[in-house]
């Protein structure tokens, strides 16, 4: 089921996401100080094309310079790409098979905004102790 998910998924808007991250990720590298957020942003990415059966979990070493980076991220990237999570689940609700779709794509808003201090794992990885 989730390979099928994923398919229209890609299909549906996660080729235009990734293309978004790639670009933000592109332009973060070309300036040497942003290239932390150019990882995230290419790391997010590939999340954004595969998003079924992968999930979003806080990394334990992340401290204060993550905070401050995602404050960075917040401003200069994350909202714009909120707002393209937001326009394409909006388009992808107008259907019925897109619904979990569009519940998908506003789940990954939270990681958009503040993608650094996060790790992007395989479900089957996550222990809920």
Do not use: Q
Not at 18 to 36: D, E, Q, S
Not at 43 to 54: D, V
Not at 73 to 96: E, K
């Amino acid at each position: 089921m989730r390979f099928i998910l994923n398919v229209i998924w890609l299909v549906l808007g996660g080729l235009w996401l990734a293309l978004g991250y790639l670009i933000a990720g592109i332009i973060c590298c070309i300036l040497i100080i942003t290239i932390p957020f150019g990882i995230a942003a290419f790391r997010i990415g590939i999340y954004a094309l595969w998003p079924f059966g992968k999930t979003v979990v806080d990394k334990p070493t992340a401290g204060v310079g993550s905070m401050i980076g995602n404050v960075i991220w917040f401003i200069v990237a994350g909202i714009w790409l909120a707002i393209g999570h937001i326009v394409t689940a909006v388009a992808m609700a107008i259907t019925i098979i897109g619904i979990p779709l569009a519940i998908a794509n506003l789940k990954m808003i939270p990681i958009c905004l503040m993608p650094l201090g996060k790790e992007i794992v395989d479900v089957d990885r996550v222990s809920y102790a």
